[in-house]
């Protein structure tokens, strides 16, 4: 085997997906079989799935309190960073608060998300994590919508 | 719970937090940060290069040159990248340091997808494919470090010793593929072929400190 071929083979960028693919299934492989531990005192603490459907209408998201007097118990890394923790989860805004007294899906339904549930670990603990998925979804539209207005240009 | 300042490899200069999520300076991240926003700001104030193509036996040299609108678009995808790469530089959480990445190669991408030269955008195309696949292993392992360690901060992380290695390897993989497999610059080799010289080499300087960075990450957990 002439090790100029095989140069000349993985330098195409169509091969590249390809040995990445397989290499990636080679160390996963190996990695489904190494032993590992789960750690019982978890930070962000999450309950089983469906564990907490019909026990209330906020789903995945209810982490207990009453909004502006009792604030949820909410568990974080270094809550002296974080003065109003536990405040924002508890709030709902009225359409929101309508919607989920007429569902029971309140929680996984699209109008959750955007000024419905303000949920503590996405936009108070975690808030920079949130920033940065917006920003993923924000670039890439931004690409693709250039693209799609100048496809008619030409060099 | 007090900030575990003591086990971070280098001197430690301060930290800015953002909840869980805290940024903080040691002498290596300082660093990084300068050099990125210095580029960052270079890429903003110079003009793009002109490149002269010469056309072996035969007449007509061709001049490639980057067109104002184009211009505009593969400067902000710079910018974006460059100002990604030097907060990358100072995170202090595992997930963050991913989400990072993953705005970086996004923008890799969008630095490249206005140049209208098939040979570029092909090799853009598959480094996207790359990217993609990528997020697995590295999403993957910080979910996996989460549950093994049940902290995601990586001063908490330096604290104990919490045997990751081959969490750590996934993590490693992950950063491989969503920089480009950059050691290698497979598939970035044909998009530096692209005219536009700054904004090109921001591929470059993101994915080498990127890197560096994640190198000192999986010195410092453990």
């Given at each position: 085997?002439?090790i100029g071929?095989i140069?000349?083979?993985?330098?195409?960028?169509?091969?590249?997906?390809?040995l990445?693919?397989?290499?990636?299934?080679?160390i996963?492989a190996?990695?489904?079989?190494v032993?590992?531990t789960y750690?019982?005192?978890?930070l962000y603490?999450?309950?089983?799935?469906?564990?907490?459907?019909?026990?209330?209408?906020?789903?995945?998201?209810?982490?207990?309190?009453?909004?502006?007097?009792?604030?949820?118990?909410?568990k974080t890394?270094y809550?002296?960073?974080?003065p109003?923790?536990?405040k924002i989860t508890?709030?709902?805004t009225?359409?929101?608060?309508?919607?989920?007294?007429?569902?029971?899906?309140?929680g996984?339904?699209?109008?959750?998300?955007?000024g419905?549930?303000?949920?503590?670990?996405?936009?108070?603990?975690?808030?920079m994590?949130?920033?940065?998925?917006?920003?993923t979804?924000?670039?890439?539209?931004?690409?693709?919508?250039?693209?799609?207005?100048n496809?008619?240009?030409?060099? | 719970m007090?900030?575990?300042i003591?086990?971070?490899a280098g001197?430690?200069?301060?930290?800015?937090p953002?909840g869980d999520?805290v940024?903080?300076?040691t002498?290596?991240s300082?660093?990084?940060?300068i050099?990125?926003l210095?580029?960052?700001?270079?890429?903003y104030?110079?003009?793009?290069e002109?490149?002269?193509?010469s056309?072996?036996?035969?007449?007509g040299?061709?001049l490639?040159?980057?067109?104002l609108?184009?211009?505009?678009i593969?400067?902000l995808?710079?910018?974006?990248?460059?100002?990604c790469?030097?907060?990358?530089?100072?995170?202090?959480?595992?997930f963050?340091?991913?989400?990072?990445?993953?705005v970086?190669?996004?923008?890799?991408?969008g630095i490249?997808s206005?140049?209208k030269?098939?040979?570029v955008?092909s090799?853009?195309?598959y480094?996207?494919?790359?990217?993609m696949?990528?997020?697995?292993p590295?999403f993957?392992?910080?979910?996996?470090?989460?549950?093994?360690?049940g902290?995601?901060?990586?001063l908490?992380?330096a604290?104990?010793?919490?045997?990751l290695?081959f969490?750590?390897?996934?993590?490693?993989v992950?950063?491989v593929?969503?920089?480009?497999?950059?050691?290698?610059y497979?598939?970035?080799?044909?998009?530096?072929?692209?005219p536009?010289a700054?904004y090109?080499?921001?591929?470059?300087?993101?994915s080498?400190?990127?890197i560096?960075?994640?190198?000192?990450?999986?010195?410092?957990?453990?």
């Open positions: 085997m002439n071929k140069w000349n083979y993985i330098s195409k960028p169509e091969v590249v997906p390809r990445f693919a397989a290499f990636l299934c080679l996963l190996i990695e489904f079989f032993p590992t750690y019982g005192d978890q603490p999450k309950d089983t799935p469906q564990g907490q459907i019909f026990k209330s209408n906020l789903a995945p998201y209810d982490r207990g309190g009453i909004p502006l007097i009792k604030p949820a118990d909410i890394q809550p002296q960073f974080e109003i923790k536990g508890a709030y709902l009225p359409l929101s608060l309508w919607l989920s007294e007429k569902t029971p899906y309140f996984t339904t699209i109008v959750s998300t955007p419905g549930i303000l949920d503590e670990i996405l936009y108070y603990t975690r808030g994590d949130t920033i940065l998925e917006s920003l979804l924000l670039v890439s539209f931004m690409i693709f919508s250039w693209i799609y207005l496809r008619d240009r030409v060099e | 007090s900030l575990n003591d086990s971070i001197a430690f200069y301060g930290y800015v953002f999520i940024f903080y300076f002498e290596f300082l660093i990084g940060f050099i990125a210095f580029f960052t700001l270079v890429v104030l110079t003009k793009p002109k490149q002269l193509e056309q072996i036996g035969d007449f040299d061709k490639n040159y980057v067109s609108e184009e211009l505009k593969r400067r995808m710079a910018i974006i990248c460059g100002i790469t030097a907060f990358a530089m100072l995170t202090g959480d595992l963050d340091y991913a989400l990072f990445l993953a970086i190669g996004i923008a890799n991408m490249v206005a140049v030269k098939e040979g955008l090799a853009a195309f480094y996207g494919i790359i990217a696949i990528s997020t697995l590295l993957g392992a910080s979910a996996l470090i989460l549950a093994k360690t902290t995601l901060s990586i908490e992380l604290k104990n010793s919490h045997d290695l969490q750590k390897i996934i993590y490693a992950g950063m593929g969503e920089t480009g497999i950059a050691p290698f497979a598939a970035k080799a044909e998009m530096f072929r692209a536009g700054p090109i080499l921001m591929i470059h300087l993101s080498l400190l990127i560096v960075r994640t190198v000192e990450i999986m010195l410092n957990i453990h």
